[in-house]
């Protein structure tokens, strides 16, 4: 074979290369221009399937291209469940929030309302830390329990106060007895006193269990 067919044959293979690439490049080109039904079915797939990321891309291709649509705000609430299924409660509360800001109204603000309490809720796992977190999801959820009295997912609500009373106390309760071991009675009889709530003091509860890796850590508060 000469150096000329060889050239040749060179060429070939790069112009087929060449148009592979191109294909693979515009079989992934962006999709625009859809219908909001399309956004919609594909973003509940993509949710289905637990790719939340290009789900979340998805909704966005919904929201920008049907601004107006009612499918919109029930997307809003897949993609807020999904995350809290997910344990990503950042991204929960970033959709419930929307949610409420726009299609607000007392109604229909309820769900995502107890939904927002919940992902909090659920945000508390460490049962010696983030005690503002715990503080302030338990006012969200008194605050729920005040505006919506008579909603089906109060005895939810109420099972999510008396959690994080008794979780508030545990912690109240550990401050003061490592204020009392670093000899600070004052500090310490503060914290024993907001510990010391009567109805609280009635239940019998359990201390939770911390698994060794973080018990090491959270020693001193026990």
């Known amino acids: 074979m000469n150096k000329n067919s060889v050239s040749k044959i060179k060429l070939a293979v790069s112009a087929v290369a060449a148009l592979a690439i191109l294909s693979g490049c515009s079989s992934k080109q962006e999709e625009f221009n859809k219908p909001a039904d399309y956004w919609y079915q594909k973003m509940v797939k993509e949710t289905m399937k637990g790719d939340l990321e290009q789900a979340d891309k998805t909704f966005t291709s919904l929201q920008s291209e049907h601004i107006r649509s009612p499918l919109i705000s029930e997307a809003m609430l897949i993609l807020a469940q999904a995350h809290m299924d997910n344990e990503e409660y ?16 007392k109604k229909s603000a309820e769900f995502a309302k107890y939904l927002k309490v919940k992902a909090n809720f659920m945000a508390f796992k460490k049962p010696y830390r983030d005690q503002q977190l715990l503080i302030d999801t338990q006012k969200d959820s008194e605050e729920f329990i005040k505006e919506y009295p008579n909603s089906v997912y109060r005895p939810y609500v109420e099972t999510m106060v008396l959690k994080l009373a008794l979780g508030n106390k545990l912690i109240n309760e550990s401050i003061a007895g490592l204020y009392k071991r670093i000899d600070k009675p004052e500090a310490s009889k503060k914290y024993a006193a907001d510990a010391n709530i009567s109805w609280l003091n009635k239940i019998n509860s359990e201390k939770p269990n911390t698994p060794w890796y973080r018990a090491i850590f959270e020693v001193q508060l026990q």
């Open 90 to 105: 950042i991204l929960a509360n970033y959709y419930l929030d929307e949610y409420i800001k726009r299609f607000g109204d």
